[in-house]
């Protein structure tokens, strides 16, 4: 599934989970105009969380509450580990890869995770719909897709 494909369905999914809203008059409105303004402005209606203005806000809580994000940090060690081995031998002591890594150099260790999240976003494995501060498997994220939009 390509990223507009993705954001389509997302945006499909957050209609279905929301009701139509006239703010002015504090009414729901099903029909897509509010019965007494006669209005067809309308904000989306997530219950229990509020109302506002389109749809990025419902997707993003949607996808909080149904999907957890990447752990980064715990992905590239795994990366680095199955890479380059969990222990490093250096003198005579064994010591954890990660570990040494981080300690020695902390910049450089940052840069690669940095670059590590944007090749598995490039490589459409991750993706993010707040610039980077939360990322999501693409596979967790088609198959809530599939579960929600079949429920429809």
């Avoid at 795994?78 to 969990?86: H, L, T, V």
């Avoid at 954890?96 to 490589?123: F, R």
């Amino acid at each position: 599934m390509c990223l507009k494909e993705i954001n389509k369905k997302l945006e499909k999914i957050a209609f279905n989970k929301t009701i139509p809203f006239c703010y002015s008059c504090y009414n729901e409105a099903p029909t897509g105009t509010c019965k007494t303004c006669h209005s067809d402005d309308l904000m989306r209606l997530l219950p229990e969380y509020g109302c506002e203005y389109g749809t990025d806000w419902v997707i993003e809580n949607i996808l909080e509450e149904n999907l957890e994000t990447v752990d980064i940090t715990e992905s590239f060690e795994q990366m680095i580990e199955d890479c380059y081995g969990e222990t490093t031998k250096v003198g005579f002591l064994e010591l954890l890869t990660v570990e040494v890594m981080k300690d020695q150099d902390p910049i450089a260790w940052d840069i690669a995770k940095s670059e590590y999240m944007d090749g598995l976003e490039q490589d459409n494995q991750v993706i993010t719909f707040d610039n980077g501060s939360n990322y999501y498997w693409i596979h967790d994220l088609e198959s809530f897709i599939e579960d929600n939009l079949e429920a429809v």
